[in-house]
C-alpha cells in the first residue's frame, strides 16, 4: 500500500489537506487505497487550528523518503512568523529523493523561505504574500489555484478542491475527466458532474 506521510504541527489548518486525505485514505475515486500516517516534531499530540487533538504517528526523526510516496504540508501560524525549519529540511530531502511534496497555504512560505521555491513554478494565497518573505522566486510565481512543477505541488489557502486535484494528477491516480468532474462537484456544485464520479467510483 503506498503511503502518504502528513506533517502536523500546533494549529496546523486541518481543513486545508482534508479533501485530499479523504481521497487518499479512500481510494473511492481513483481505486487507489494509500496509508496516511502523520508526522510531528516529537510523538507528543499537537492541537490544529479548528481544535483537533492528534497524536502523530511518527517523529520528524524517522520519517525516512524511501519509505514514502508523498510529503503533504498544511499551513499553520509558525510559517508566518519564520518557523517550520525543521520541516522544509524534511521537504528538501524529499525533493531531493525525488517523492513529491504537497505544500498549500503558508507552507509555501516556508518552502520560499528555504529556498525551495526559487527556481520551481508555484503559487500560494498571492504573490504579495510570499514576496514579503524576501525569496527569490517571484519570477516563477503563478496566478493559478493549484500549480504543479515536477514533484512540487503547491496552492493557496482558498483552494483545498484545486490542490487534491492537482496531488491526484501528479500521483497519476485519476484521468482528466475523473479531476474536472472532482473540481466540478466539490468547487463549483456541479451537480452534472456527480455521475462521472460514479463511474469512476464502480470502474
Do not use: K
Not at 499537537?46 to 504540508?73: H, Q, Y
Not at 523561505?113 to 520551481?120: F, H, K, S, V, Y
Not at 473540481?183 to 456544485?189: K, T
Amino acid at each position: 500500500m503506498p503511503t502518504a506521510h502528513v506533517l502536523i504541527y500546533d494549529t496546523y489548518a486541518d481543513w486545508e489537506p482534508a479533501h485530499l486525505l479523504a481521497e487518499l485514505r479512500t481510494g473511492r475515486f481513483t481505486g487507489v487505497r494509500f496509508d496516511v500516517v502523520t508526522v510531528a516534531a516529537t510523538r507528543e499530540p499537537v492541537t490544529s487550528m479548528g481544535g483537533l487533538r492528534v497524536r502523530p504517528d511518527l517523529a520528524l526523526a524517522d520519517l525516512d523518503p524511501a519509505a514514502s510516496d508523498l510529503l503533504v504540508m498544511p499551513g499553520a501560524e509558525l510559517w508566518d512568523v519564520g518557523g517550520g525549519r525543521e520541516y522544509t529540511d524534511v521537504a528538501r530531502r524529499f525533493l531531493d529523493a525525488g517523492v513529491p511534496v504537497a505544500a498549500i497555504c503558508g507552507a509555501t512560505a516556508g518552502l520560499a523561505r528555504a529556498g525551495l521555491l526559487d527556481d520551481r513554478r508555484h503559487t500560494s494565497a498571492a504573490a504579495e504574500y510570499l514576496a514579503a518573505t524576501g525569496y527569490a522566486g517571484g519570477r516563477h510565481y503563478v496566478d493559478e489555484r493549484a500549480v504543479v512543477d515536477g514533484d512540487l505541488i503547491t496552492a493557496g489557502p482558498q483552494s483545498p478542491v484545486q490542490f487534491t486535484r492537482a496531488v491526484l494528477g501528479r500521483l497519476g491516480l485519476a484521468s482528466e475527466p475523473t479531476l474536472a468532474a472532482y473540481e466540478g462537484l466539490f468547487h463549483q456544485g456541479n451537480q452534472s458532474a456527480f455521475p462521472v464520479l460514479m463511474r469512476a467510483a464502480s470502474a
